[in-house]
């Protein structure tokens, strides 16, 4: 586990910054992109994901932008909607969306 962790850390300090070895951004936005997708259902601002990857927010919405097609906000959005229609779909199917289950009678 030390070795693992000194290793680890050797790497770290020999990184080379992202606009350095990555000029497009495309390593920023897949390191974006995970982020997001780990952590949709906590309150995430743009702002955020810009200061954690040491760009400005507008510069981190025109990549982000460029190479997915959707600003960041809009993607954090889908990807919440997906997921709660995954989550409804899934209760659906367990038989929880049926009036029985809740012993709801239609109103006449």
């Known amino acids: 586990m030390?070795?693992?962790?000194l290793l680890f850390q050797r790497n770290c300090s020999l990184e080379v910054p992202?606009?350095?070895n990555d000029p497009t951004g495309q390593g920023i936005i897949q390191e974006v992109l995970k982020e997001i997708h780990s952590a949709y259902y906590?309150?995430?601002t743009v702002s955020e994901l810009a200061s954690r990857h040491f760009l400005s927010a507008s510069n981190l919405r025109k990549k982000f932008t460029e190479t997915v097609g959707v600003s960041p906000k809009q993607?954090?959005?889908n990807l919440r909607l997906m997921e709660a229609?995954?989550?409804l779909q899934q209760t659906n199917e367990e038989?929880?969306?049926e009036?029985?289950?809740f012993d709801i009678k239609?109103?006449?």
């Open 18 to 20: 992202h606009a350095v």
């Open 99 to 101: 009036l029985d289950f």
């Open 2 to 5: 030390e070795t693992t962790l």
């Open 42 to 44: 906590t309150p995430i």
């Open 75 to 77: 993607y954090i959005i």
């Open 85 to 87: 229609k995954r989550l």
């Open 95 to 97: 038989g929880y969306g």
């Open 106 to 108: 239609p109103v006449n």
